[in-house]
């Protein structure tokens, strides 16, 4: 009981290991939705996606706090039901800060995640890696894995169109 109410919490999820999926332009390719799919196939899990708002080009100098937004939402929407399919149960997710380190660790202080998984475009693309991302994450003293699709991968997403309730990601040309 808790102030004269009974409390009933979902063991069922509570109980299960709390995996945070970390993407931006890769949320929806193929190589991150394998390690999902590979994930799950270890054990039952509660997968949440975080989508840093990283503006590009000049925005992220001039104004980051301000851009970034709508593309990462576009990518958090299109990811969605691809990773949740993968991961064989609801994903839930949400669009967090610029930066991708605090949003990883918002993430992880606001959902007490175990796990975590990063994917970044290639080396030679991603500014992410030249961050050392995934080596700053393992310091938070979670286990990390680090997804590096093909360059032919690493495309942006749209927004699926959806008809009658359907739709699918498709890739922007």
Known sequence: MYGGYIVAIDTSIADLPRILVVANRTAATPALVEAVRERARRGPAHFR?????????????????????VEAEANLYAAL???????GAPMTGHVGDPNPLSAIEDAVHLHSVDE?????LRRSLSSWLRLDLPNKARALGLPVTHVEPDAVEACVWTRPAVEEGVGSPTLAS
Do not use: F, N, Y
């Open 81 to 87: 039901p691809v990773l949740s399919a993968a991961a």
């Open 116 to 120: 975590i998984i990063i994917s970044t």
């Open 49 to 69: 996606l975080v989508v840093p708002a990283t503006p590009r080009g000049l925005h992220r100098v001039a104004d980051p706090e301000d851009h970034g937004q």
